[in-house]
């Protein structure tokens, strides 16, 4: 299990209800010392954050990009208005995690399927109750098809979130950066490019290789 760096801490009788009124997974089979990997979306499905949340006794921590500590706060201080619950920030180490990240700059850009948080419900319950964007995401997966997933890259050069991936000769984007770790990234692909053999695909004309479709550890 990765070593979590958690922003938020989430307090009061209503914690967990409320937290489960507003995430992707089912935050009632969260135990104290597991993380659980959640989406918080808003009401169109694109995730805002991609929250880990931890049990600590009655409260909940959340860990996510600092970038996103206002937007995330916020939001939820929002929907919490008859809710008992409070949000304490937590004094957090520099993010420095080697994983699938939604930053500032790529939040409200995917739905959860395009980061495969839906595979063997790593990050989503098609069980739980509602949720903001939940009849999106559902809808997707009852009805329809992912077309873009979440790949594994690498490249010799630094990428940034939303830089345009392309195939040889062509300037039409076929999917985007996510977030960067060294020399490997993570991006958004069409499924129906990825899956092809030997495909080449490039960003502002440099070669790129595809790895792998990603994965979450949970």
């Known amino acids: 299990m990765l070593k ?10 209503d914690a967990q209800s409320f937290l489960q009124g507003q995430l992707s997974n089912d935050i009632d ?23 880990w949340v931890g049990k600590q006794g009655d409260d909940f921590l959340l860990d996510f990009p600092a970038d ?15 809710s008992t619950v409070t949000f304490d920030e937590i004094d957090a180490q520099a993010d420095a995690a080697d994983e699938a990240q939604v930053t500032l700059a790529s939040s409200e850009k995917f739905i959860p399927q395009d980061l495969n948080l839906d595979i063997d419900e790593a990050g989503v319950s098609f069980t739980k109750g509602c949720y903001p964007g939940q009849e ?29 991936i392309t195939l040889e000769g062509d300037t039409k984007s076929v999917g985007s950066v996510l977030n960067q770790v ?13 899956d092809k053999n ?18 979450f550890s949970v």
């Not at 979590?4 to 009788?13: D, I, M, Q, T, W």
């Not at 490039?202 to 595809?210: C, G, M, Q, S």
Request: aromatic residues 12%.
């Open 29 to 51: 089979k969260i135990t104290d010392g597991k993380w659980q990997l959640n989406s918080y979306c808003q009401h169109q499905g694109r995730i805002i954050a991609l929250l």
């Open 68 to 82: 996103l500590l206002a937007v995330v706060k916020n939001r939820l201080t929002m929907f919490a208005l008859n």
């Open 136 to 164: 999106v995401v559902a809808r997707v997966h009852y009805l329809g098809k992912p077309k873009k997933r979440l790949y594994q890259f690498e490249c010799d050069f630094a990428v940034l979130p939303l830089d345009k």
């Open 4 to 13: 979590r760096n958690p922003k938020l801490k989430v307090s009061g009788a």
């Open 182 to 194: 060294k020399y490997r990234f993570f991006a958004v692909v069409k499924t129906a490019e990825a």
């Open 198 to 215: 030997e495909q080449q695909f490039f960003i502002n004309n440099k070669p790129i290789k595809l790895i792998e479709l990603a994965q």
